[in-house]
């Protein structure tokens, strides 16, 4: 029996193998993955799922993908994951897990943070949110199962993470992803109406990037707050969820602030 048949979440198989062996060291930047027919039979899933991996790969920005045939045909590695620290602390959310309270008040934290400093005016150079921007693109596709949007809107708080420049914050963020992903997916159940928090949660991400953009610090500090605490709270309503009013501090607060506290 294949994977696909027992999981209708394949392709996530398929993810978690192509980013472990990012993450060893045994796929490199500028080298090829395996073709599709290759990686279906390696891991005993379909090749539907092995391109709808390749697809969250790609817009995650690990991977760029070409059609047709020759040296230039397939996918080739451009970026790696995280590293030790966010393997780590992955790891540690695998094998123990954290309470989802406390991902969301840690998320609160580190992402308003983010927020602030990317909307800073007075920063040196303008943040680079390219990578963000892609992954705000690719969730805009009706295609997408519920699943693989969510695997995107962990990939997009990260690629802010990663435009702030700080590393412990973005090492963080990324060893944290798999439990933002998690209690996501288990949310699922509780939201009545898909197409409509799916919409809510695109039209917030892009007013966070707008707020960056126009550099109105506090704009983006309150919407990556409320967009946080908003989908906590429609998910898991029986918990007591952290408070929609950001904690009172200077607008212009900067990493360093968070990090020395």
């Known amino acids: 029996m294949t994977i696909e048949a027992e999981s209708p979440r394949a392709w996530r198989a398929v993810l978690e193998h192509v980013e472990r062996r990012l993450l060893d ?7 090829r993955l395996p073709g599709e027919r290759a990686l279906a039979a390696d891991l005993g899933v379909g090749r539907s799922s092995v ?15 070409a059609s047709g ?5 397939g996918a080739i590695i451009v970026a790696t994951p995280g590293g030790a620290m966010s393997a ?7 094998a ?15 992402e308003s943070a983010v ?45 802010l993470a990663e435009a702030s420049g700080n590393q412990v914050v973005t090492a963080t963020m990324a060893g944290l992803r798999s439990g933002i992903e998690g209690y996501a997916l288990d949310g699922l159940a509780r939201i009545d109406d898909w197409r409509a928090t799916s919409a809510r949660l695109r039209s917030e991400h892009r007013g966070v990037v707008e707020a960056i953009r126009a550099a109105d610090a506090a704009s983006a500090r309150t919407r990556i707050h409320d967009h946080i605490s908003g989908y906590y709270a429609e998910t898991f309503p029986e918990s007591a969820a952290p408070s929609q009013t950001p904690p009172t501090r200077r607008p212009t607060a900067q990493l360093t602030d968070v990090v020395t506290a």
Do not use: Y
């Open 51 to 65: 391109r709808e991996a390749l697809r969250v790969l790609e817009a995650m920005g690990l991977i760029r993908t």
């Open 25 to 31: 060291g045994d796929l490199l930047p500028g080298e």
């Open 88 to 94: 780590l602390m992955r790891l540690q959310v695998a």
């Open 96 to 110: 123990h897990g954290f309470p989802v309270a406390d991902i969301v008040r840690t998320r609160l934290i580190l």
């Open 115 to 159: 927020a602030v400093e990317l909307a800073d005016a007075t920063s040196a150079a303008e943040p680079d949110l390219a990578a963000a921007e892609r992954l705000l693109d690719a969730m805009d596709s009706p295609d997408l199962a519920p699943a693989e949007f969510l695997a995107l809107d962990a990939a997009f708080h990260l690629a």
């Open 69 to 73: 045939s020759g040296p230039n045909a």
